[in-house]
DNA sequence: TCACCACCTGAATCGTGTC
DNA sequence: AGACACGATTCAGGTGGTG
């Protein structure tokens, strides 16, 4: 096994909160350094005046000098700028998080593809409690958008599909999350009581972005960092964060957050393994254990097929021989086949997959993961 | 009321369908001649090689000559001028809708805003039964988006909040719409039995879009026609449509479609005039899925009350309109009223509440709950 | 007629390690 | 760097045949 790391001297410092402007911090990063990155950058949203509700009392709504651009070429500099950066500290495997509305995603959207990088799914967040459109002119705008992209289109990005699928009671987690809206008390308030920063996101959503997308020990970026969602929900998950803030007190808010905040135990970090990274047993290795003996038939689902094993971990069937995955290609006129689920083998009268007998391979092997070892990690 | 109507010399033809380059047809429309745009224009896939299932079967993706694009560049350059001219054939007050996925809907969003439309909302709509990802390398990619634009900020633009608003229970229609795909019965096939166009969008969308956003007699034109979703449910819903689809066979078979369809008797077509929790599945759904037609009759428990259902989720008796909530309270001098028990249809000689009609919704959309789930608790 | 089951399909940017 | 072998991976709903 090779261990890919950066020189020491390329090493970000972990777990700290930079006070400053984004563009200026990004650019003492050094390059390749980071696993992840989430952004959550000014909306851009162009509001006009100030909004009633029915009632006539006012919308606390967005209105931070941080949130003002001239034009939309102004806001596409800016964005070229930070996504261009960040794509220069990520990683060649990493990948990034961007989150916004209809006022600038598409803007985002654009920018990130004409850089480089290769988009992996638009995920739709739902809001259980979304702001009512008050003047009735309007649909709801109850979501908002994440964009989920890698470095490039080459990159192996980390996905924890069996933890996802796990989670959403064994059905592949889609593109549209449900969550409710940051409040209550996980809302952080300024000293007044009102909130400290206007567009604070929930921790539920941060805790399923970085339980998806990174692994226990990665460095995530959060260029953007306000009031430190990212990196209290990095903390939790044993994930370490980089947060880039130019505001002083919403960088105190996060840091005096962060503090109360524990990581979980690592046995509740663990992760559902894939079959992917499982050691791998070859058919080979089913013979030269006893498992299966050469000469011994196995069968294709239906029955129709008699193969014979051979001592040298082939099969064959009449003319033909080969591997279990070429034959079974083969047979079925296909270009591929996975040959642990085609092949099958009879015992007490019935046909079981080939695949089972990986399984006495790997405990004879000692590569079986047992359940008493899971639960004491 | 004031007819604002173009000069005559400019007034397109209505109900047709175009055959030939959208970029060349729209140029020979006049200026400010149409009052809604739906455009569904091709994706951008970039689709490399072939895709197997699981169980090595082929998965047919779209694989057109016109869905491919040498270039970002080129597609931009492309969308640029059709939007372009979409937005000079729109009315003043006119609007447009673009639906598109993760791989153009960010280069659409960010040339609509180049060009000077004022985005209104982005709708997602999520699929009921999207194709799963048989790599387990991302999220089901389960949601497609709207971008729904006036053509300026200033655009006085149509939105029939009102009926949206009873076609969702009395609360206002969000910006997340739960459809099926387009197949069974609906998808329309070629003589071999194959799907006669890849992606054919459901009608069931096309309605909401269009009751939504236009009137009865607006023009609809829409620059990919393809097999005519918009031009059917544009008839059925007494608007007018212009299609420009450069496929012959595409045309043909939106033609064939589209003399099938009945438009709506007027009175059904009637909106509400601009004047909880519990259903998870909204009056207007029933509709939308072809449960109970518009114009057909809901009666009181003692068949004393002839009501009418309207398109647009409302219900009318005598000179009174507005949800199935609103009609079952006034009718009976109530304050309040629960129309899902109140109001019942005929079938068989005998009526049943309209509540039964949600489980066969839920079950369309996926909601039911298991029987045996149900029985247990 | 109904229950059940096997099979088909949908806008899809859908591997990784070794030689 | 490229070729090749190995082998991991699917959900909801419609359709049509069978008992």
Same mark, same amino acid.
Do not use: D, E, M, Y
């Given at each position: 096994m090779v261990l890919r790391r950066s020189p020491k001297s390329a090493r970000p410092q972990r777990d700290r909160i930079i006070i400053g402007d984004s563009l200026e911090q990004l650019a003492k990063i050094p390059d390749a350094s980071v696993d992840l990155v989430f952004a959550d950058p000014p909306y851009n949203l162009q509001l006009d005046g100030e909004l009633l509700r029915p009632n006539n009392t006012r919308v606390d709504g967005v209105d931070n000098d941080w949130d003002r651009f001239a034009s939309f070429a102004d806001y596409d500099a800016f964005c070229r700028t930070w996504l261009g950066e960040c794509r220069r500290i990520l990683k060649p495997d990493g990948a990034i998080w961007v989150i916004g509305s209809y006022h600038n995603v598409f803007r985002l959207g654009a920018t990130m593809q004409d850089l480089g990088f290769w988009i992996l799914n638009d995920v739709v967040w739902r809001k259980v409690n979304p702001m009512p459109n $008050?003047?009735? *002119? *309007?649909? %709801?705008?109850a979501h908002e958008t994440l964009i989920w992209a890698a470095r490039d289109q080459k990159s192996r990005y980390t996905f924890n599909y069996e933890s996802l699928k796990a989670f959403n009671d064994d059905l592949q987690m889609r593109s549209d999350w449900l969550f409710p809206i940051c409040s209550g008390p996980e809302r952080l308030k300024d000293d007044d009581g009102r909130k400290a920063h206007p567009t604070q996101k929930p921790e539920a959503l941060l805790n399923r972005v970085l339980l998806a997308s990174s692994n226990v020990g990665d460095v995530v970026l959060d !260029? $953007? $960092?306000? %009031?430190g969602t990212t990196g209290a929900v990095a903390k939790r998950l044993g994930r370490s964060y980089i947060g880039i803030e130019r505001d002083k007190d919403y960088a105190a808010a996060a840091r005096e957050r962060i503090a109360k905040v524990r990581q979980l135990p690592a046995s509740a970090l663990e %992760? =559902? !393994?894939s079959k992917r990274s499982e050691p791998r047993v070859p058919f080979g290795t089913i013979i030269e254990l006893g498992i299966l003996k050469p000469g011994s038939a196995l069968f294709d689902p239906r029955r129709k097929i008699r193969a014979e094993v051979k001592a040298d971990g082939t099969l064959s069937w009449q003319k033909s021989q080969g591997s279990i995955h070429r034959l079974g290609a083969h047979v079925q006129g296909? =270009?591929?086949?996975n040959g642990w689920t085609f092949w099958h083998f009879e015992t007490g009268g019935k046909l079981k997959p080939i695949d089972e007998l990986r399984e006495r391979a790997k405990q004879q092997l000692g590569l079986a993961r047992m359940p008493a070892l899971i639960a004491a990690e």
């Open positions: $008050f003047r009735g *002119r *309007r649909f %709801t705008n !260029p $953007f $960092f306000g %009031t %992760t =559902q !393994p296909k =270009q591929a086949c």
